[in-house]
């Protein structure tokens, strides 16, 4: 990413890049060792770990207060 679009984010938006890089990170991850090999098998795995479920709270906690906690 360039340091343009870094510097014009505010924190809100370099929490959900963030959260999106992980995300693709984490299911590259998984194709290239061959443990998934479909979009359903993906959601099975991550919905199976404890990490995923974590992740899935953090996020979920992130947005909420992005959306409902904001000050205008």
Known sequence: MSAALLLGA???DRV???I???AALGVAASVRWRRVVSPWGVLRWFLQCWAGRGFVLLAWAIAGW???CQRP
């Open 20 to 22: 999106a890089i992980v």
């Open 66 to 68: 992005h959306l409902f």
């Open 10 to 12: 505010v924190l809100g």
């Open 16 to 18: 959900w890049m963030a």
